[in-house]
C-alpha cells in the first residue's frame, strides 16, 4: 500500500515539472548569462573619462585620437560586446536644450539586445575652482589652534597618535580659517593659555581641538601648581580650560570618547600611567570630575569638585539629515552611521548647565520601556554652546562616539556650526561641454 502511495506521488510531481517546462518562459540565453549593458556602458564612459581619454577626443578632429579612443574602448570592453559611441553638442534657446549629433563611431550592427549610458564632459580647457570662505567671514578672523604637542600622550585614539591626527586636521580643515597654528608642546599649549603675544594668531574667538582624545595635555606650570599645592586634583585644570573658553569665546574640541579623562604631560609624569600601560598620564582626582570642572568654568560657575558620570554607551546612531546635506556641500564623507559610547545627558549639558546644542547625530530612539536608561536623552556629538545674556560665551564640540577617531566627523560639526560658503567657479568658453552617449550590444543574442 505504501509503494503505490509513492509511486502516486511521483506521478503527481513529474506531470506538474512537464506542464511547467512546456509554459515557462526562458530568457535569452545573452539574458541569461550575459552582462549588464547599462552598467558596463556607464562604467566604461567614467572610466575613459577619469583617465582623460575621452574629453581630450570628443573635442578633437584629429584622426589618431579617434582612433586611439576606438581602441581604449575595444579594450576595455568584453569581445562579444560591441559599441555605437555618439558625441553631441548641446545648444541652448529660450531655456530649451538641444542636441545635435556631431560624431558617430561603431564597430558593428547591433541586435535587439541592447543597452546604453551617457556622460556629460567638459572640454580639458575649462577649469573648475572651489575657494572656502573663512570662518568668521570677512568681520572676524578666527584661529584655528591644533594641539600637536610632543610631550602628550592620547587615549582613545586607538590607531593615531596625537601627532598624526593633529597633520589630518591641519590639511582638512586650514582652508577654512585665516590663520592655522600646530601647537607642538605643552609649553606652547602655556602660551596659549597666557594670551602671550609670542604666539601666531589671535587668542579671541579661537577654535582649540584637542587631537589626545579623552587624555588633555597639560602644562608643567598647572601639573606642578595642583600636585603640590591641591591635593593632586588636576580637575581643576579643566576648570581653568572651562574658564579660558569662557573668556576668550573659543570653540573647544574634543574629537572622540569621554573628555578630560585624563590629563597628559610625559615628562612630569614619566612614572605614571593612566592603567592600560600609557605612561605620561595621571587621572587622580580627574576621570568623570574633570567634564564637569570643565563645564563649571565654561559657564562662569564656581568650582566644586563633582565625578558624576553623565556618558551613557548608545550603540549605533545616524547622520542627521542636516549633517548629510552638508557632506555633499564640503565634500566631506564619513560613514553616515557610527558607534557612541560615550553619548552625554541631555540633561546635564542642557538643564543643568543651560547649553544649547547643535546636534550631528539622530538620537536613539525612546526604549525606556524595555531597558533601565532612556537612550533618547543622550547626545552622541554636538556643539554646544553657552549664552550669557545676548552674548555668545564659549563653545564646547564633544565626539562621543566610540574609537578610532575619524577626524571628517569632527570636521564636520565645526562646519556645521560655523557654516563658512562655498564658492564654486567655472573658467572657460561657453558651450563647452558635450553629451556622449556609449550604446552596447552582444554579438550572438536574440
Known amino acids: 500500500m505504501r509503494t503505490v502511495e509513492v509511486l502516486f506521488v511521483i506521478v503527481i510531481l513529474l506531470g506538474a515539472f512537464t506542464i511547467t517546462t512546456q509554459f515557462a518562459v526562458l530568457p535569452s540565453s545573452s539574458q541569461a548569462f550575459g552582462t549588464d549593458l547599462g552598467e558596463l556602458a556607464q562604467s566604461t564612459l567614467e572610466t575613459l573619462d577619469a583617465q582623460g581619454v575621452l574629453s581630450e577626443t570628443v573635442f578633437s578632429d584629429d584622426a589618431d585620437a579617434w582612433g586611439d579612443l576606438q581602441k581604449a574602448l575595444s579594450a576595455s570592453l568584453p569581445v562579444n560586446v560591441v559599441y555605437n559611441l555618439s558625441v553631441y553638442n548641446l545648444s541652448t534657446t529660450s531655456g530649451v536644450v538641444s542636441y545635435q549629433l556631431s560624431k558617430s563611431i561603431a564597430d558593428a550592427s547591433f541586435g535587439v539586445d541592447s543597452d ?14 572651489q575657494d572656502p570662505e573663512k570662518v568668521g567671514g570677512e568681520s572676524t578672523d578666527i584661529t584655528l589652534y591644533i594641539l600637536n604637542c610632543n610631550d602628550a600622550n592620547g587615549w582613545w585614539i586607538t590607531g593615531y597618535t596625537g601627532q598624526s591626527l593633529a597633520t589630518e586636521f591641519y590639511n582638512i580643515l586650514s582652508p577654512y580659517f585665516t590663520t592655522t597654528v600646530l601647537l607642538n608642546s605643552t609649553a606652547e599649549l602655556q602660551l596659549l593659555l597666557d594670551n602671550s603675544p609670542s604666539l601666531p594668531g589671535d587668542v579671541e574667538n579661537a577654535v582649540v581641538i584637542n587631537t589626545f582624545g579623552e587624555a588633555v595635555p597639560i602644562p608643567s606650570y598647572y601639573a606642578n601648581l595642583y600636585d603640590t599645592s591641591y591635593s593632586d586634583d588636576y580637575a581643576r585644570y579643566c576648570y581653568v580650560l572651562g574658564q579660558k573658553t569662557n573668556t576668550y569665546n573659543w570653540t573647544w574640541v574634543s574629537i572622540v570618547g569621554y573628555p578630560f579623562y585624563y590629563v597628559t604631560n610625559t615628562n612630569y609624569f614619566d612614572d605614571d600611567n593612566n592603567g592600560w600601560g600609557i605612561y605620561g598620564m595621571e587621572d587622580s582626582n580627574v576621570q568623570q570630575a574633570g567634564l564637569q570642572a570643565f563645564l563649571q568654568g565654561l559657564t562662569d560657575r564656581d568650582y566644586a ?81 553657552n549664552i550669557e545674556g545676548s552674548d555668545k560665551k564659549g563653545a564646547f564640540t564633544a565626539i562621543g562616539l566610540s574609537r578610532t577617531p575619524d577626524v571628517r566627523i569632527t570636521a564636520l560639526g565645526l562646519l556645521m556650526y560655523y557654516h563658512p560658503n562655498i564658492y564654486r567657479s567655472e573658467f572657460g568658453a561657453s558651450g563647452k561641454s558635450m553629451l556622449v552617449t556609449l550604446q552596447l550590444g552582444q554579438q550572438g543574442g536574440t
Do not use: W
Not at 123 to 129: A, L, M
Not at 320 to 326: N, Q, R, V
Open 305 to 385: 569638585h563633582v565625578s558624576t558620570d553623565i556618558k551613557q554607551d548608545v550603540n549605533v546612531v545616524y547622520l542627521t539629515s542636516e549633517s548629510i546635506e552638508l557632506c555633499n556641500e564640503y565634500g566631506i564623507y564619513p560613514r553616515p552611521y557610527q558607534t557612541s559610547a560615550r553619548a552625554l545627558d541631555e540633561y546635564y549639558m542642557l538643564d543643568t548647565y543651560q547649553l544649547s546644542a547643535l546636534e550631528l547625530f539622530n538620537r536613539p530612539e525612546d526604549d525606556s520601556g524595555t531597558t533601565s536608561v532612556d537612550e533618547s536623552d543622550y547626545i552622541p556629538a554636538a556643539t554646544y554652546t
Open 116 to 129: 546604453s549610458a551617457s556622460l556629460l564632459v567638459a572640454s580639458p580647457d575649462v577649469t573648475f575652482t
